[in-house]
């Protein structure tokens, strides 16, 4: 991939240019309905870059006003699960797409891919080869040399009894295949006679022991687009060497109609990795807890940590499309959802490293009230009522004995807002045995009330906190990244060796308000002073208030000139 690059907003797209001349008059798809496709393998959950092919298949139907179906592309039984399809469609419809009634499995097709492949080897343009694995490795030849078979010319009356005794299971799992008559000498390797069918005896989770071999995905692909009738089959860069192939099979077979590929570049995004098998060792390995781990790029985990499908949409629209692989900074997307939140997410008070602040004049016993905004970007959203009482919790880090120089906050002496309320004076503080402050104390001035100065003196620090006599308790979850490097895939070794041992904290016995004890998922909040934080979907209940850090609050995305 190339370096990083900063991601623009995009003008045009070389997809819609292409389908623009295919659908005009005397295109290829002269008044027809533009019809895409997402095939997802249900071997996994879907992450970050699935996105980016979900938003391109959708959304490119959306703009044309047609249609666009969901697939499970389930050919390979190896690790697919009934629980990766659900999951998939979860996190389509969460992203605000739908695929109405167009849901297939590529396995609906199998008798009829059976059927295309026989056609080939009547045709004479298909074999069956009893090379191994080994086999086929070492004959499979270099640039300067051409593959070789010598099974290539294999009667077809004997290939079709292979085939069909294939089929019925008298074959052991990799003594056969079924090969594609192409061109043993081509510099395209994938066209040097490939494998089109193998034999494989694993369950398959809907067609169970029906079937004992499966098409290749560079088979059985074009041939499910042509059944669905898709007019523009929208892949990523690695498919575009596949292409040959698929256009090969389906002028060769009798497709009922002739889908038109175009390749456009995946995302890549620093400081993660998206590859399947990759995050499933993650997972496997109990080196995250679960696909939806919000340190995982996965849309699921992305949902658990607080991101929105409208942050991901506005992502992904921002970093366009174009066929050159590129990096984009995992901070552009953590400036997307800065974004979005800023618009919608109420502000509210909590306290993470609680120290206890007592206001040593506030009369005992009482307790006031304060209306204070819940989101200042939206009016409609209205205020609420937060106590006030002589005991407060706030960050142990506002306040310091011995302030270090520019040290705004409260220190013996000095004077801070308590947001909304009133400004403190500090007078000091009480250390334990070890000499740890565990209380700090302050004198509050009536005079202030909402912070107001009526004599018109600046005080320049302003501090959240919480009534410590009417607040909530909460854990609160802090994450980075998942991997200490940009690119965990570059270095020697595993990527496992630049795993994050700091990319989760968790912190027991905060402090927040007490009407966050009834906030549910996937509600967010801003935490002021702190970041962006939602409700944990899994783990937060009442009684027990769990939060994920979404993001901070400052923004580290810094566009490249």
Same mark, same amino acid.
């Given at each position: 991939?190339?370096?990083?690059?900063?991601?623009?907003?995009?003008?045009?797209?070389?997809?819609?240019?292409?389908?623009?001349?295919?659908?005009a008059?005397?295109?290829?798809?002269e008044?027809k309905?533009?019809? =895409?496709?997402?095939p997802?393998?249900p071997?996994?959950y879907?992450?970050?870059?699935?996105?980016?092919?979900?938003?391109?298949?959708?959304?490119?139907?959306?703009?044309?006003?047609?249609?666009?179906?969901l697939?499970?592309?389930?050919?390979n039984?190896?690790?697919e699960?009934v629980e990766y399809?659900?999951?998939?469609?979860?996190?389509?419809?969460?992203?605000?797409?739908?695929?109405d009634?167009r849901?297939?499995?590529?396995?609906?097709?199998f008798?009829?891919?059976?059927?295309?492949?026989?056609?080939?080897?009547?045709k004479g343009?298909?074999?069956?080869?009893?090379l191994n694995?080994?086999?086929? /490795?070492?004959?499979?030849?270099d640039?300067?040399t051409?593959?070789?078979?010598?099974?290539r010319? $294999?009667?077809v009356?004997?290939?079709?009894?292979? &085939?069909? $005794?294939m $089929?019925?299971?008298?074959?052991?799992?990799?003594?056969?295949?079924l090969?594609a008559?192409?061109?043993?000498?081509?510099g395209?390797f994938?066209?040097?006679d490939?494998?089109?069918?193998?034999?494989?005896?694993?369950?398959?989770h809907r067609?169970g022991?029906?079937w004992?071999i499966?098409?290749?995905?560079?088979?059985?692909?074009?041939?499910?687009?042509?059944?669905?009738g898709?007019?523009?089959?929208?892949c =990523?860069l690695e498919f575009?060497?596949? /292409?040959?192939?698929?256009?090969?099979?389906i002028?060769?077979?009798s497709?009922?109609s002739?889908?038109?590929q175009?390749?456009?570049a995946?995302?890549?995004?620093?400081?993660?990795?998206?590859?399947?098998?990759?995050? @499933?060792?993650l997972?496997e390995n109990?080196?995250?807890?679960?696909?939806?781990?919000?340190r995982?790029? =996965?849309?699921?985990?992305?949902r658990?940590?607080?991101?929105t499908?409208?942050?991901?949409?506005?992502f992904?629209?921002?970093?366009?499309?174009?066929?050159?692989?590129s990096?984009?900074?995992y901070?552009f997307?953590?400036?997307c959802?800065?974004d979005?939140?800023n618009?919608s997410a109420?502000r509210?008070?909590c306290?993470?490293?609680p120290?206890?602040?007592?206001?040593?004049?506030?009369?005992?016993?009482k307790?006031?009230?304060?209306?204070?905004?819940?989101n200042?970007?939206?009016?409609e959203?209205?205020t609420?009522?937060?106590?006030?009482s002589?005991e407060?919790?706030i960050?142990?880090?506002?306040?310091?004995e011995?302030?270090?120089?520019?040290?705004?906050r409260?220190?013996?002496?000095?004077?801070v807002?308590?947001?909304? =309320?009133?400004?403190v004076?500090c007078?000091?503080?009480k250390?334990?045995?070890?000499?740890n402050?565990?209380?700090v104390y302050?004198e509050?001035?009536?005079?202030?009330r909402g912070?107001?100065?009526?004599?018109?003196?600046k005080?320049?620090?302003?501090?959240?906190?919480?009534?410590a006599?009417?607040c909530a308790?909460?854990e609160?979850?802090?994450y980075?990244?998942?991997?200490?490097?940009?690119?965990?895939?570059?270095?020697e070794?595993? &990527?496992?060796?630049?795993?994050?041992p700091n990319?989760l904290?968790?912190l027991?016995n905060?402090k927040?308000?007490k009407?966050?004890e009834t906030a549910?998922a996937?509600?967010?909040?801003?935490f002021m @002073?702190l970041?962006?934080f939602?409700?944990?979907?899994?783990?937060?209940?009442?009684?027990h208030?769990? &939060?994920n $850090?979404?993001?901070?609050?400052k923004d580290?995305f810094k566009?490249?000139?």
């Amino acid at each position: 991939m190339s370096e990083n690059t900063t991601p623009e907003v995009m003008t045009g797209n070389f997809i819609h240019d292409f389908i623009d001349e295919d659908i005009a008059e005397g295109g290829k798809y002269e008044g027809k309905k533009v019809h =895409t496709r997402f095939p997802p393998e249900p071997n996994g959950y879907l992450h970050i870059g699935h996105a980016k092919a979900i938003c391109v298949d959708f959304g490119t139907a959306e703009k044309y006003n047609g249609l666009c179906n969901l697939r499970m592309d389930d050919t390979n039984p190896t690790k697919e699960d009934v629980e990766y399809v659900d999951a998939i469609k979860e996190d389509i419809k969460w992203l605000g797409f739908d695929w109405d009634d167009r849901f297939y499995y590529a396995s609906d097709y199998f008798e009829q891919m059976y059927g295309y492949a026989v056609e080939l080897i009547k045709k004479g343009l298909a074999y069956v080869c009893e090379l191994n694995a080994e086999q086929m /490795r070492e004959y499979r030849g270099d640039t300067q040399t051409p593959a070789k078979s010598p099974y290539r010319d $294999r009667p077809v009356e004997e290939s079709l009894d292979l &085939f069909e $005794r294939m $089929r019925k299971g008298e074959f052991e799992d990799g003594s056969m295949t079924l090969r594609a008559k192409i061109d043993l000498a081509s510099g395209n390797f994938n066209m040097r006679d490939p494998v089109i069918y193998r034999i494989n005896r694993l369950k398959h989770h809907r067609t169970g022991d029906n079937w004992c071999i499966y098409p290749m995905y560079d088979f059985a692909h074009p041939i499910e687009d042509a059944i669905e009738g898709i007019t523009h089959s929208l892949c =990523t860069l690695e498919f575009e060497s596949h /292409r040959p192939l698929y256009d090969w099979v389906i002028e060769n077979i009798s497709a009922p109609s002739k889908p038109r590929q175009i390749e456009f570049a995946r995302l890549g995004i620093n400081n993660t990795v998206m590859s399947k098998r990759k995050l @499933r060792e993650l997972v496997e390995n109990n080196h995250v807890n679960g696909w939806d781990d919000p340190r995982m790029p =996965t849309l699921c985990g992305l949902r658990r940590r607080g991101y929105t499908p409208k942050s991901i949409r506005s992502f992904i629209d921002q970093i366009g499309v174009s066929k050159v692989n590129s990096i984009v900074e995992y901070s552009f997307l953590e400036h997307c959802l800065r974004d979005d939140l800023n618009e919608s997410a109420e502000r509210t008070m909590c306290v993470i490293h609680p120290i206890k602040l007592i206001l040593t004049n506030y009369p005992e016993g009482k307790t006031e009230e304060f209306e204070v905004e819940n989101n200042p970007n939206r009016p409609e959203d209205g205020t609420r009522t937060v106590t006030f009482s002589r005991e407060c919790w706030i960050e142990a880090e506002d306040f310091m004995e011995e302030p270090i120089k520019k040290y705004q906050r409260l220190y013996p002496g000095n004077e801070v807002r308590l947001k909304s =309320t009133y400004i403190v004076k500090c007078t000091g503080c009480k250390k334990d045995e070890n000499g740890n402050v565990v209380e700090v104390y302050a004198e509050y001035d009536p005079e202030t009330r909402g912070g107001n100065t009526p004599d018109g003196r600046k005080v320049r620090g302003t501090i959240h906190w919480v009534d410590a006599n009417n607040c909530a308790d909460a854990e609160v979850r802090l994450y980075d990244n998942l991997f200490t490097v940009p690119d965990p895939d570059a270095g020697e070794g595993s &990527f496992l060796d630049y795993l994050n041992p700091n990319s989760l904290e968790i912190l027991k016995n905060c402090k927040a308000e007490k009407n966050l004890e009834t906030a549910t998922a996937p509600k967010s909040f801003q935490f002021m @002073r702190l970041g962006y934080f939602c409700v944990d979907n899994k783990d937060s209940k009442p009684g027990h208030l769990v &939060f994920n $850090r979404s993001v901070s609050l400052k923004d580290g995305f810094k566009p490249k000139k």
